[in-house]
């Protein structure tokens, strides 16, 4: 996910208030949630939608659990900022149906260091900090069970949490955060887990990182990226014709400018998003709360 803790609301078009909360109709605006709305990508997506005859506004958030709740109240029509596998934990904690109508990339999860060169030089009994959202802090644990950092009780899954921690077996102890200070407590750690939002604010280079997990491995799934709407909007023709020009090639060139190459685009039916959503809703329900 680029898939994000103040609760702000940033509109980024230039008329100001509430955009129409209508059914994507010709002469309304349609408001997209997202988290990343300074990049220039998204100007160009505009100006495309633009030409088209749909007026977009977006509105940036810097909360990942604001989206979900302004498009489920309707002061949304659509948002674009997260993976299946946040949107699947956030409709069965909520008790909502939001649905995905567009993938749009896989963005791999890494873990940075700027005192460390390399996994290996982490010093037994370091530090090092993770998203506290309960979807990327499970990804995160993955990450860091991966590279060897820490042990993990009993098989991997996406529902793993700190409390499933060997400590004793563990070469470092896990701090969760709040996603957006994960980047900004790299000089008092030994290294952290940073999602692309927060790693790009801070302009974090490459060269730090030292791990990360596959976004083109079959586990990756769930973290795929997605245009999100109302269950009743799901078939909406301009909703649909959105969330495709995110592959107009004009966009995609403009964000291969703006992110470089830290995603993976994914092409993959809306029929075969919302299967996968629900089936992670269902394993999210089975195993409980965590």
């Known amino acids: 996910m680029k898939r994000f803790a103040l609760a702000l609301v940033v509109p980024l078009a230039l008329t100001s208030g509430l955009a129409a ?4 109709s010709d002469g309304d605006t349609i408001t997209i949630g997202v988290t990343d709305g300074a ?6 997506y505009k ?8 007026d977009v506004e977006l509105k940036n958030f810097s909360d990942y659990q604001q989206p979900n709740a302004a498009l489920n109240d309707g002061d949304l029509q659509i948002n674009e900022y997260q993976h299946l596998q946040f949107l699947a934990e956030y409709n069965a904690k909520n008790n909502t149906d939001l649905v995905p109508i567009g993938a749009t ?34 990804r995160a644990l ?21 409390a499933d921690i060997d400590t004793a077996a563990s070469k470092v102890t896990v701090k969760p955060v709040d996603a957006n200070q994960t980047a900004l407590s790299l000089d008092s750690v030994d290294g952290a887990v940073v999602n692309n939002d927060p790693a790009e604010n801070a302009k974090l280079g490459k060269d730090l990182i030292i791990a990360k997990d ?11 990226n997605a245009f999100v709407v109302r269950k009743a ?11 495709a020009l995110y592959k107009d090639q004009k966009v995609l060139d403009q964000l291969k ?20 959503t629900e089936s992670l809703q269902q394993q999210v329900k089975a195993n409980g709360p965590k």
């Not at 990049?39 to 160009?44: A, D, H, K, T």
């Not at 260091?113 to 990327?136: L, R």
């Not at 083109?216 to 795929?224: C, K, L, M, Y």
């Open 233 to 243: 909007d799901k078939d909406n023709a301009t909703y649909l014709k959105l969330a």
């Open 257 to 276: 400018k703006d992110k470089g190459d830290s995603f993976i685009l994914v092409d993959k039916p809306a029929a075969e998003l919302q299967s996968l």
């Open 47 to 54: 100006d495309l939608a633009k030409d088209q005859g749909i």
């Open 21 to 24: 909360c209508g059914s994507g």
């Open 39 to 44: 990049q220039q990508f998204w100007n160009v």
């Open 142 to 162: 993955g990450v860091l069970s991966s590279a060897g950092l820490i042990k993990l009780k009993g098989e991997v899954n996406r529902q793993v949490t700190p």
């Open 105 to 138: 990339a896989i963005y791999p999860l890494p873990l940075y260091s700027k005192k460390h060169k390399s996994v290996a030089e982490v010093p037994q009994g370091g530090t090092v900090v993770v998203p506290d959202d309960p979807t990327n802090q499970s």
């Open 214 to 224: 596959d976004p083109a491995s079959p586990q990756s799934q769930p973290f795929i």
